[in-house]
Every structure is written in C-alpha cells, then in structure tokens.
C-alpha cells in the first residue's frame, strides 16, 4: 500500500467480466459503483455504529472521477482508498484513489460530495456530531 494512504480507509473491489467494454477495460461508468462500493465499508467500519438509513442518511450530490489509467480484466481487483477530505454544515466530501491490487499503480481519484438527509422529515440536517468527529480522523 502506498505510504500516504496509510491512514485512509481501504477496500478491495473485484473486477466482473461485465465490468467491461468493447475493448476490454472497465467501463468509466463502473468507477462510480467500485467507489459506492467502497463508501459503503467506510460507514460500517469508521462510522463504528449501525446507521437507520431509512431516517437518517445521506445523498449524493456530486460525484467527479478523474481517469489516469485504464483498468482491465487481467488486473482482478482494485484497491480502493477513502478518506473524508472536508467537512461542512450539511454535507462532506469523500475523497477516494483507486488503484491496481497493488496498491500502487493508481488508475483513478474522485470525490463525492455527499448531503446529510433526514427522509422522515425530507429535508437537509446537519451533518451528526459523532459523524463529524469520526470522520475527521479517518
């Protein structure tokens, strides 16, 4: 694993045949799904706590991924790495790097912002203390 992500939550995703496209890389498309794939470890590992999604949970506001390198089936898996990169009132970002297995070689970087939401009530909350304090030490 790289050295400076060291303190950064990782996951492993592996690669599906049908990851692919006519040319045998990843689809760009799946980026998106290997980085929700790995949000959802870092709630459930650094979040330490069972969150009710159906009340309290969170949207997705943006999501941007910056492409380096293609990914393809003979790599098997990816790395994932995540760290929380800012937090605000009402919502915070989610950095990630994706990398080959190897911890190493990166392919991909993206950021999500993401929007704390209250679905019994359908609004905007702000962002949980105890999330902002777990957050800003992953």
Request: charged share 25%.
């Amino acid at each position: 694993m790289e050295e400076k992500f060291n303190d950064w939550h990782h996951t492993s995703v592996a690669i599906r045949f049908a990851d692919l496209d006519k040319l045998g890389h990843v689809n760009n498309a799946k980026y998106l799904t290997y980085i929700e794939s790995a949000r959802i470890p870092y709630f459930l590992d650094v979040m330490g706590e069972q969150i009710n999604w159906n009340e309290q949970g969170i949207i997705l506001a943006k999501a941007e991924v910056n492409f380096a390198i293609p990914v393809d089936l003979d790599d098997v898996e990816v790395s994932i790495f995540t760290h929380c990169s800012r937090i605000g009132g009402k919502s915070f970002d989610l950095s990630y790097v994706i990398t080959k297995s190897d911890g190493r070689t990166i392919c991909a970087t993206a950021l999500t912002t993401l929007v704390c939401y209250n679905y019994l009530e359908g609004k905007t909350v702000a962002v949980p203390d105890s999330w902002r304090e777990k957050m800003s030490r992953s």
